[in-house]
């Protein structure tokens, strides 16, 4: 019996192990990001952004990212300007007060890497995609995308008008 379960014992293990997950080093975000926005019309930062962040370049099946913005802290650099975006014409902070973002495949593209998954903005939760870049920097790093945001397509304001549909993001996150 006990030539047996040696074996048996060892053959567990090494089953248990075949299912455990890898996981990449959690980064949090940094002081210092930002989250900007410009469009003929309207431009500005969101000041508010939390959330977690899982990367390992060399595990990109293990990395994801899951962040939220939070829509009231959205700066034009104009009180009425803001005033105007969180209401119910446009972001309508009181009824959907964040702006989410999670991955569910994070890919390498050519020098970068691309998040695939869902955003989710004014009530609307669509399959989206975000192009970056990072850069590494001791334990930490900074993370860099550049892409577009169709807000009518989340129902955002109303189609044309003063503000383009067409919304460019560009972020700039530091992690350590």
């Known amino acids: 019996m ?15 192990s ?13 002081a210092g990001y930002a989250v ?7 431009n500005g930062i969101f000041k508010d952004l939390k959330g977690k962040i899982v990367f390992d370049e060399q595990h990109l099946n293990t990395s994801k990212f899951d962040v939220t913005i939070d829509v009231s802290s959205i700066n034009t650099g104009n009180g009425l300007k803001n005033t105007h975006a969180k ?3 446009w972001l309508d902070a009181k009824k959907y007060p964040a702006i989410t973002f999670t991955s569910t495949e994070i ?9 695939k998954g869902e955003l989710t903005m004014h009530g ?5 995609s975000i192009p970056f870049t990072f850069t590494k920097a001791g334990n930490g ?8 945001v169709n807000r009518s397509d989340f129902g955002v304001g109303t189609p044309g008008g003063k503000v383009d549909d067409i919304i460019k993001m560009e972020v700039n996150v530091p992690v350590n």
Do not use: E, N
């Open 107 to 115: 890919t390498k593209s050519g020098s970068g890497y691309i998040a």
């Open 87 to 89: 209401g119910d014409k």
């Open 141 to 148: 790093g900074t993370f860099t995308g550049k892409f577009d």
């Open 36 to 42: 900007k926005f410009s469009a003929s019309g309207a």
């Open 2 to 16: 006990k030539k047996l379960l040696l074996p048996v014992t060892a053959l567990i293990i090494l089953v248990a």
């Open 124 to 128: 609307v939760k669509k399959p989206f």
């Open 18 to 30: 075949a299912f455990t997950v890898l996981s990449g080093p959690d980064y949090k975000i940094a």
